[in-house]
């Protein structure tokens, strides 16, 4: 009985190793004969060149200081007419309006009229008693300097009150203060016109992208809502602070020429290419990023090799990066996601 446990025993046993090599065997096996997992993958050559950041900025047409002239009267007025609407261009020497002094300015100008009068007839008196030598030169001086000072502001008095305004300069007419009919006091401004050729356009920028441009870059502008018409300017200035009112930087770019079609109060829009840096171009795609670190994959011999770089300088097709990879490295350029350090890889395309 117990010879024949021992052969049922043994049985077992056999057979239990038989199952366990076979199954060894026949993984190792198909193992042997299954090919290695392969990731299909674009790659793009490293390049070394010049890359140059895109920023785009949003502002508006504005005048340069000491551009706006205002029109002025010396003298308390009426309009008769307005010629001009805003925004319309205006050529030097053209008449704006046509205003009439009210009384108040006609009587000071009969006040100035009987001051000449009377420093007139006073040199008169004055110059017979300096002959028969009872006034003296220092009387004579007196008089005299008394009629040219009273003939002086009749003069200026009667010049100013003109019936007639015209443009001082060739601008744009960029405020009309009053109607027709209305009364003016004197010194008061009427028309404000902005010397055309005297426009720069404010931008804003984000502080943590003014290190990107720097007086002095050529910036291509265009108006919103009609992209078409575009022109070049320049950065003459930037702000040393934040504007509170829009938490920006404001950005300062004057029109390269003085003939711009834009008109005052226009709201552009500011493309700048900044000043480029050289080193290793890849696309912009293949950089990765994880954990605040940036990396990719190069591939050797089929194989991929993770990298971490230093990012320098990005836009929307290159990054200029710094790390272990050199001009001609193949970049995994699509594909990456998937990838592992060390997996092989087959080339679908090289750029």
Known sequence: MKKTAFIVFLIIIIIAGYLVFNEFFYKNTNNNLMPSLVAPVTVTKAVYGKLGKRVVIYGKVIAGTNKIKNIILSFDSVIENIYVVTGQNVGKGQLILNVSPTKYAKMRLRQAQNSLKGAKKNLYFVKQRYDIKIATKQDLLNAKNAYRNALIQYSMLKKSLKSSVFSPIDGIVNKIFYIKGSSVPAQNPIVQIINKHGLIIRCGIEMERLKYIHPGLITHISIIGNGKKQIQGKIIKIAGMVNPNTNLVNVYIKPVYPKTPLLFGTLVKA??????????????????????????????????????????????RYDLIKGIVKQGDLVVSLGNYELKPGMRVALKEIK
């Open 271 to 316: 493309i700048i290419y900044s000043n480029g840096r050289k080193g290793i171009l890849v696309p912009e795609h293949a950089v990765l990023q994880k954990n605040g670190k940036y990396f990719l994959y190069i591939i050797k011999n089929n194989i991929a090799y993770k990298r971490y770089v230093h990012v320098l300088l990005k836009t929307d």
